[in-house]
């Protein structure tokens, strides 16, 4: 029914239109969107229509239920009927909007970069409980860091690590928009990040959200190839390097659905052969960067976990090698120190 309408109400007169949006509620623009969102194939049409319906009224959520029963306008409801249709063509929520929130913090995104996923925020919790350990002096059993509640000694978007007597060097391959090494700089006061990125366009991306974050003086961005940009000096100095690189199988693209398939860009996303053969570099070539005791820690799909930490321990030059769950179960992260020996 709400369909039916809202193919109708596309195709009234300019005066037509305002005669009806005088009786079209917040909510009916809601339900049709809904309805709208749900027949193009969207599995999460509900949420989408109100956070796109939201981003049109520029409205947070507060104060769109609050206005529920109020007109919507008429530049309101065909700027909304524009982004309707963005996404019935396979656009990602974010990119129409232009943002996603990611540990806490709000990244600008577009098709330039990969959209941060809450997965990945387990790669950031790593590296604080790492962190943690090490202002603590506790080799003992992990802590997880704890989100931050607001208040003295704390940043916008997480809790802050107190000075551990040194700059802490930290490398994130595969940047992206940024969002790890942005959100390791807010959280970790003396932290030092280099944030490599193949991509000219996605480091364009990542500086925009530096400066949003205050956090230029911290983050440090290099283009190229994973660790090849770092400057010679850093060699076995790098506390922490960090990398959620591309590893979904070239030959499995075609299985994705088509908000990654067609939209992100693909040197974030696909690599060849089985998918690791980023890790495989990184864990042949981090032990050269990282102090003893510094740590590689990389993001894996899903039934790549065991490979992964196989390779790690094959190589030699790791210890405490360890794969951590995301939030869903799902084996995502996998971790090893550089051993003291090495």
């Known amino acids: ?6 193919r109708r109400l596309s195709r009234l007169s300019r005066l037509g239109r305002r005669i009806l949006n005088q009786l079209l509620s917040i909510r009916d623009a809601y339900l049709m969107g809904r309805e709208h969102l749900a027949a193009s194939g969207s599995a999460e049409a509900p949420i989408e229509a109100e956070v796109l319906l939201r981003h049109v009224l520029q409205l947070d959520r507060a104060a769109f239920y609050a206005r529920w029963d109020r007109p919507i306008s008429e530049d309101a409801w065909s700027w909304f009927q524009r982004v309707l249709g963005e996404r019935a063509t396979g ?19 577009d098709e330039r970069v990969m959209i941060p996923r809450p997965e990945t925020e387990v790669l950031v919790e790593i590296v604080l409980e790492e962190l943690k350990k090490r202002e603590h002096g506790n080799a ?24 551990p007597g040194s700059k802490i060097q930290i490398v994130d391959v595969g940047t992206g928009s940024g969002c790890i090494a942005i959100a390791l700089a807010h959280r970790c006061s003396q932290a030092k990040v280099y944030a490599i990125d193949v991509s000219p366009e996605a480091l364009e991306v990542a500086r925009i959200n530096a400066a949003r974050h205050g956090v230029n003086g911290e983050v440090e961005f290099l283009p190229g190839d994973l660790l090849t940009p770092l400057p010679s000096q850093l060699a076995g100095c790098i506390d922490a390097i960090v990398s959620n690189p591309p590893y979904v199988p070239l030959a499995q693209r075609g299985a994705l659905p088509r908000e990654i398939r067609d939209f992100e860009p693909a040197v974030a996303v696909f690599i060849d052969g089985d998918g690791l053969a980023a890790h495989r570099r990184l864990i042949a070539d981090a032990p050269g960067w990282l102090r003893r005791s510094g740590w590689l820690a990389m993001e894996v799909g899903a039934g790549q976990a ?17 794969v951590v769950a995301d939030y869903g179960g799902t084996p995502r992260v996998v971790v090893g120190e550089r051993a003291a020996s090495s």
Do not use: N
């Not at 029914?1 to 809202?6: D, I, K, Q, V």
């Not at 065991?306 to 360890?322: L, T």
């Open 140 to 163: 003992g059993t992990p802590t997880p860091a704890p989100r931050a509640r607001g208040g003295a000694g704390e940043r916008e978007g997480g809790s802050e690590i107190q000075d």
């Open 91 to 109: 656009r990602p929520v974010p990119y129409i909007v232009g943002q996603r929130e990611f540990m806490g913090l709000t990244f600008a995104v």
């Open 306 to 322: 065991d490979a992964v930490s196989g390779a790690m321990r094959d190589d030699g030059r790791y210890a405490r090698i360890r």
């Open 1 to 6: 029914m709400w369909a039916c309408r809202l």
